[in-house]
């Protein structure tokens, strides 16, 4: 198994967990990435064990009705775009345009593909002021929108090579660059998106001025040294599992010499800024998109 099929199996087995996932559902997402039904049991009970001794995230709104996601008031729609990637491939994304630029902003997508969710991000950053491309890295399968099944879609980019990925995403800030000429740019991910934006800087693409990774597991070995970016990472305190590898990431952006803050939000869990999951907790998720919001205004312009 693969270190990404491994973060998603245990992203499946904590989903069950949590109550998220019925135990026959999870083997069946579990069977999906090739695990057989001995190995999925015993990392069900593995992670239940685990969740036992977790502390609980705390409620999403205590008190009081959800209010709206954070920058939605200034939200700008997203239009469905292709673009050139790698090897003459073409490429899907969700583009959304500024007014008046101040920056531009890949968006990479959690474990689900590029849902209504992350386009509705990006429509955000760009009513905050940065052009944004929220980058379907499902492209060469058709599209998320190709898959009927979420759990087929997670499946999917499971078995991608993490350097396709990496390829996809630089053809995306090449994209930005052609739309958004002359501004700085930036790239933000959630969860397996967030270790999406570990690898890009890890694969020493010089051309980032600012990352936010929001709770995303780090590549073995991550060396940022040849990386420009100032790095917002973005960690949950209940999320024990990613929150393993948050030493480990400090470590690296310091000896890379990177600009770098390291934030754990307290009460929240893994997941936490996506209004439409279940562990979405609006008050982390709005301090979260102001920090965000900051460290652009820092560091894009």
Known sequence: MTPLQRYIAEEIAIDHADGLLSRREALRRLGLIGL??????????????????????????PGGATPPPPG????????????????????????????????????????????DH?????GRFAGAGYSALALDLLSEEGGTATFTDQA???????????????????AGIDELG????????AAVGFCFGGGMVWQLLASGEPRLAAAVPFYGPLPEGAD???SKA??????????????????????????????????????ADHA????????????????????????FGEYLG
């Open 224 to 226: 940022f040294s040849g």
């Open 230 to 267: 100032a790095v917002l990472a973005i960690y949950a305190e209940l999320d024990a599992r990613v929150n393993a590898s948050r030493d480990a990431a400090a470590a690296a952006l310091a000896k890379a010499g990177l600009p770098h803050e390291i934030v754990t939000v307290p009460g």
């Open 178 to 185: 052609r739309r958004v000429p002359d501004e700085k740019m």
């Open 72 to 115: 939605s008031a200034d939200a700008v729609g997203t239009e469905a775009v292709t673009f050139p990637g790698p090897d003459g491939r073409v490429l899907q994304g969700a583009w959304a345009d500024a007014a008046t630029p101040r920056g531009a902003v890949l968006v990479i997508h959690e474990n689900k593909g590029l849902t």
């Open 152 to 170: 087929q879609a997670t499946a999917a980019l499971a078995t991608v090579p993490p350097a396709r990925f990496v390829a996809d995403m630089k």
């Open 36 to 61: 057989g039904v001995a190995a999925a049991s015993s990392l069900l009970a593995a992670c239940s064990t685990d969740s036992d001794e977790s502390p609980t995230s705390a409620p999403v709104t």
């Open 118 to 122: 992350i386009r509705s991000v990006a």
């Open 272 to 295: 936490f800024f996506n209004d439409t999951g279940p562990r979405y907790n609006a008050t982390a998720a709005a301090e979260a998109y102001e920090r965000v919001l900051a460290w």
